[in-house]
């Protein structure tokens, strides 16, 4: 780096730490929700109670068109071939017997694709959605065990498929770092967002030591793959010089962005659709294939759906990756924690930065005279590890809440009471004041109904039969994010009819539904009057369905279009009309028309302001406000969760019998679809506990599970009854009063299930999956 690019590099450090801290300081008023929402205070309508998905029938009835359901005129299929080594290059490759198969259009290998630019990694730009920086089939060089080495376009699958079983490859290996355990010699400091993950408060090494009471233990948490029952699929065409791609994807504005930068076109030339989504949880956004279809679909001219095998999604589709976690808590003997350190390891490549933060819980869950927060990494040749639900929160987590249970057995004191006597009354690490927490309150309303007070604090105690039967209870915690981009398009029709266009994204948790609710709640109209349309790049905004923060986002860029509405409608309205003199922030939406805020009489209908005016629509379009209140606030999502498990003393066999979610996650917007997404989370939870696990060879570099009949994922024997309340007490700083809900459900849950099976046992399981060989 120059002098001069380090001097640039220090006064953007400079300035951003000036303004962050001018952030920190101002006045509430000057900050968005400093004034609250004013929907926090409605009463009536129907944010808050019971609305079915409005896709629902849709999808039932099969009408619901997904990515692979797109039907175009002369469409081929594609599939993939990939490589069999971690490091290395292709010798050779035959595909002639391939090329030569019935139905076969096309055969690409870096021999024939056309010149392409690296994909622009996830989070280095604002709309980059890259897997990694590495070249896509440009040249021979292989960098993980499973990248793709050709594609068959074929007029069927069935021959793709059986096309690709005919490419033969050699190749030249070369020396791969494939095992963790020899490559954490070599670790390096890792960011986050834009931040450092170190992050040191006081001497907590010698707080730690001086402690009257220390636990200091390492938790260990597998790779993870994804399985959304959706498999990963895009369906495209290029009419010219122009990309329209029919995706499953949670990022439409940034996989148009991406893939225009691959193929040195302007953004405006690549359209991404996604209308439906059957689940994403992180990695649903732009992999290996869709670049290479958008390829072979240019070089043969001609449409191509690419869908991938459950074994092309290990293959390519990164997941979470693994973790060594050291905790150590130093506590006084009335429980007061003196020294909190979370730090330790995990793998990822040299390619991409997704260091899987699971230190975030502890920077803000529990009060410490000391902190020692770090996540290291030791670069693998493997693939791209990516986002997946709650990405260090889930497994961070079971670290730390394993550890909290661990002190309050050392201490002789009840682990929820532990808890709340280490209950901060600010944000610990960066002092802000938190916008909204309640987490005492979901403790003791969970405690309650789950009846805590039954469980035996001597492990080991409770049996039926052979079944030994415990309680356990963790913390949740997820922070509010609200990302920079989003924006929306309001429509109001001369007969009363609003449209809210956005580029968001429906992967099943009810987005449309909910904002359909929220819309019609702000413009005074009812529900059925009301059509929100997402899932398009060439609609307003830049918005990710990803870290809880879509609904934000939205309700952010909808306050936005509501106001520039309200300004539109009282200047066509003129002075012929009873809101004549009034300002956008004195009216509200009630009764399908503008009426003053203070004064309900002063109305006038929408109806009644389009006709006078002559006007069949009314169309604004405006952006939301800087996510300027997480730097103002300490803003997160709750939960306390507990759980009861059965754990078989012949077998070893571990049964989770009974779970209960307490969350405090804001104002919750539909109850139906908020049950729905905690239970989910809470299901995945069990997953991570109790079985999920990616068996990576560290001889080859392969992933050797990929199929659901050897990836294990929780089935309906498997799950219990959840139960699960809220508090439903609005955060009065954020859009609508209401927290991100996608995350929550799973954090905290596997050092629940953990938790639970000492307490049944007497066995602590520091090691994820808890199997029965652990317990045996």
């Given at each position: 780096?120059s002098?001069?690019?380090?001097?640039?590099?220090?006064?953007?450090?400079?300035?951003?730490?000036?303004?962050?801290?001018a952030i920190?300081?101002?006045?509430?008023?000057?900050?968005?929700?400093?004034?609250?929402?004013?929907?926090i205070?409605?009463?009536?309508?129907?944010?808050?109670?019971?609305?079915?998905?409005?896709?629902?029938?849709?999808?039932?009835?099969?009408?619901?068109?997904?990515?692979?359901e797109?039907?175009?005129?002369?469409?081929?299929?594609?599939?993939?071939?990939?490589?069999?080594?971690?490091?290395?290059?292709?010798?050779?490759?035959?595909?002639?017997?391939?090329?030569?198969?019935?139905?076969?259009?096309?055969?690409?290998?870096?021999?024939?694709?056309?010149?392409?630019?690296?994909?622009?990694?996830?989070?280095?730009?604002?709309?980059?959605?890259?897997?990694?920086?590495?070249?896509?089939?440009?040249?021979?060089?292989?960098?993980?065990n499973?990248?793709?080495?050709?594609?068959?376009?074929?007029?069927?699958?069935?021959?793709?498929?059986?096309?690709?079983?005919?490419?033969?490859?050699?190749?030249?290996?070369?020396?791969?770092?494939?095992?963790?355990?020899?490559?954490?010699?070599?670790?390096?400091?890792?960011?986050?967002?834009?931040?450092?993950?170190?992050?040191?408060?006081?001497?907590?090494?010698?707080?730690?030591?001086?402690?009257?009471?220390?636990?200091?233990?390492?938790?260990?948490?597998?790779?993870?793959?994804?399985?959304?029952?959706?498999?990963?699929?895009?369906?495209?065409?290029?009419?010219?010089?122009?990309?329209?791609?029919?995706?499953?994807?949670?990022?439409?504005?940034?996989?148009?962005?991406?893939?225009?930068?691959?193929?040195?076109?302007?953004?405006?030339?690549?359209?991404?659709?996604?209308?439906?989504?059957?689940?994403?949880?992180?990695?649903?956004t732009?992999?290996?294939?869709?670049?290479?279809?958008?390829?072979?679909?240019?070089?043969?001219?001609?449409?191509?759906?690419?869908?991938?095998?459950?074994?092309?999604?290990?293959?390519?589709?990164?997941?979470?990756?693994?973790?060594?976690?050291?905790?150590?808590?130093?506590?006084?003997?009335?429980?007061?924690?003196?020294?909190?350190?979370?730090?330790?390891?995990?793998?990822?490549?040299?390619?991409?930065?997704?260091?899987?933060?699971?230190?975030?819980?502890a920077?803000?869950?529990?009060?410490?005279?000391?902190?020692?927060?770090?996540?290291?990494?030791?670069?693998?040749?493997?693939?791209?590890?990516?986002?997946?639900?709650?990405?260090?929160?889930?497994?961070?987590?079971?670290g730390?809440?394993?550890?909290?249970?661990?002190?309050?057995?050392?201490?002789?004191?009840?682990?929820?009471?532990?808890?709340?006597?280490?209950?901060?009354?600010?944000?610990?690490?960066?002092?802000?004041?938190?916008?909204?927490?309640?987490?005492?309150?979901?403790?003791?309303?969970?405690?309650?109904?789950?009846?805590?007070?039954?469980?035996?604090?001597?492990?080991?105690?409770?049996?039926?039969?052979?079944?030994?039967?415990?309680?356990?209870?963790?913390?949740?915690?997820?922070?509010?994010?609200?990302?920079?981009?989003?924006?929306?398009?309001?429509?109001?029709?001369?007969?009363?009819?609003?449209?809210?266009?956005?580029?968001?994204?429906?992967?099943?948790?009810?987005?449309?539904?909910?904002?359909?609710?929220?819309?019609?709640?702000?413009l005074?109209?009812?529900?059925?009057?009301?059509?929100?349309?997402?899932?398009?790049?060439?609609?307003?905004?830049?918005?990710?369905?990803?870290?809880?923060?879509?609904?934000?986002?939205?309700?952010?860029?909808?306050?936005?279009?509501?106001?520039?509405?309200?300004?539109?409608l009282?200047?066509?309205?003129?002075?012929?009309?009873?809101?004549?003199?009034?300002?956008?922030?004195?009216?509200?939406?009630?009764?399908?028309?503008l009426?003053?805020?203070?004064?309900?009489?002063?109305?006038?209908?929408?109806?009644?302001?389009?006709?006078?005016?002559?006007?069949?629509?009314?169309?604004?379009?405006?952006?939301?406000?800087?996510?300027m209140?997480?730097?103002?606030?300490?803003?997160?999502?709750?939960?306390?969760?507990?759980?009861?498990?059965?754990?078989?003393?012949?077998?070893?066999?571990?049964?989770?019998?009974?779970?209960?979610?307490?969350?405090?996650?804001?104002?919750?917007?539909?109850?139906?679809?908020?049950?729905?997404?905690?239970?989910?989370?809470?299901?995945?939870g069990?997953?991570?506990?109790l079985?999920?696990?990616?068996?990576?060879?560290?001889?080859?570099?392969?992933?050797?599970?990929?199929?659901?009949?050897?990836?294990?994922?929780?089935?309906?024997?498997?799950v219990?009854?959840?139960?699960?309340?809220?508090?439903?007490?609005p955060?009065?700083?954020?859009?609508?009063?209401?927290?991100?809900?996608?995350?929550?459900?799973?954090?905290?849950?596997?050092?629940?299930?953990?938790?639970?099976?000492?307490?049944?046992?007497?066995?602590?399981?520091?090691?994820l999956?808890?199997?029965?060989?652990?317990?045996?």
């Open positions: 780096m002098i001069i690019e380090n001097a640039v590099q220090l006064a953007q450090g400079a300035m951003q730490s000036a303004m962050k801290k920190e300081l101002a006045p509430d008023s000057w900050v968005p929700g400093g004034i609250p929402d004013p929907l205070h409605h009463k009536h309508g129907l944010v808050g109670t019971q609305v079915s998905r409005l896709d629902g029938a849709l999808k039932v009835k099969g009408a619901a068109r997904f990515a692979a797109f039907p175009l005129e002369n469409m081929v299929y594609a599939a993939l071939a990939y490589s069999q080594i971690a490091k290395g290059r292709i010798a050779t490759l035959d595909t002639r017997v391939a090329e030569a198969s019935p139905g076969v259009v096309l055969v690409m290998t870096h021999r024939n694709a056309p010149k392409m630019q690296p994909p622009p990694p996830f989070m280095t730009q604002a709309k980059a959605a890259g897997p990694d920086d590495r070249p896509v089939m440009q040249d021979d060089r292989i960098g993980w499973g990248q793709p080495i050709a594609v068959v376009l074929a007029e069927t699958q069935e021959q793709a498929d059986h096309a690709v079983s005919l490419i033969e490859a050699t190749y030249e290996t070369e020396v791969a770092r494939t095992a963790f355990e020899d490559a954490k010699h070599d670790r390096k400091p890792t960011s986050f967002q834009g931040e450092p993950m170190l992050l040191a408060i006081g001497d907590a090494e010698a707080a730690l030591a001086a402690a009257p009471t220390r636990i200091d233990v390492t938790y260990r948490t597998p790779r993870h793959s994804h399985n959304p029952i959706e498999l990963h699929a895009a369906t495209l065409a290029w009419t010219g010089d122009e990309l329209v791609v029919h995706d499953a994807s949670q990022a439409v504005a940034h996989v148009a962005w991406t893939l225009a930068q691959v193929f040195g076109i302007d953004e405006a030339q690549v359209h991404v659709t996604s209308p439906y989504v059957g689940g994403g949880f992180g990695s649903k732009l992999w290996w294939h869709h670049i290479l279809a958008a390829a072979a679909s240019r070089l043969a001219g001609r449409p191509v759906r690419v869908m991938l095998s459950r074994e092309g999604v290990y293959r390519i589709v990164g997941g979470r990756t693994l973790t060594e976690q050291r905790v150590a808590i130093g506590a006084q003997p009335d429980g007061g924690f003196d020294a909190l350190i979370h730090t330790g390891v995990v793998a990822m490549t040299a390619h991409n930065n997704m260091p899987e933060p699971f230190i975030l819980p920077k803000s869950a529990y009060a410490s005279k000391s902190f020692l927060l770090d996540v290291e990494a030791v670069e693998l040749d493997m693939v791209a590890n990516t986002f997946m639900r709650a990405p260090g929160e889930s497994v961070g987590t079971f730390l809440e394993s550890a909290v249970d661990e002190m309050a057995v050392a201490l002789g004191i009840d682990p929820i009471e532990l808890r709340i006597r280490n209950e901060p009354d600010k944000d610990p690490t960066s002092g802000l004041p938190f916008s909204s927490r309640n987490i005492v309150e979901a403790y003791r309303a969970g405690a309650e109904r789950f009846g805590w007070a039954g469980r035996r604090t001597q492990p080991g105690t409770h049996r039926d039969g052979e079944w030994r039967i415990g309680m356990g209870c963790a913390t949740a915690t997820y922070p509010y994010y609200r990302m920079p981009g989003g924006a929306a398009r309001l429509t109001l029709t001369r007969d009363g009819y609003a449209t809210i266009e956005i580029a968001a994204h429906e992967m099943g948790m009810g987005t449309a539904t909910t904002h359909t609710i929220v819309t019609a709640e702000r005074g109209l009812p529900m059925d009057k009301v059509t929100f349309l997402y899932g398009d790049s060439k609609m307003p905004g830049t918005v990710l369905a990803g870290g809880s923060q879509q609904t934000a986002s939205i309700g952010a860029a909808v306050i936005a279009a509501q106001h520039a509405l309200f300004a539109e009282l200047k066509i309205a003129g002075n012929d009309s009873p809101l004549a003199g009034l300002k956008p922030d004195e009216v509200g939406g009630h009764g399908e028309g009426c003053k805020l203070e004064d309900p009489a002063r109305c006038e209908s929408y109806v009644s302001i389009l006709s006078r005016a002559q006007r069949d629509t009314v169309s604004v379009e405006a952006a939301g406000s800087a996510p209140e997480t730097q103002h606030w300490s803003m997160h999502s709750y939960g306390a969760m507990f759980c009861e498990v059965r754990v078989n003393a012949v077998t070893g066999e571990v049964r989770v019998s009974r779970f209960l979610g307490s969350f405090d996650c804001g104002k919750i917007l539909n109850a139906k679809t908020a049950m729905s997404q905690f239970r989910g989370g809470i299901i995945m069990l997953g991570l506990a079985m999920e696990e990616t068996q990576f060879d560290e001889r080859t570099g392969r992933i050797m599970n990929p199929s659901l009949a050897d990836y294990h994922v929780p089935v309906h024997m498997d219990p009854e959840i139960d699960v309340i809220w508090t439903d007490i955060d009065p700083h954020a859009p609508m009063g209401a927290h991100g809900i996608g995350e929550i459900g799973i954090t905290g849950v596997g050092a629940a299930v953990a938790n639970a099976v000492y307490n049944a046992t007497g066995k602590r399981i520091r090691d999956p808890i199997t029965l060989d652990k317990l045996l």
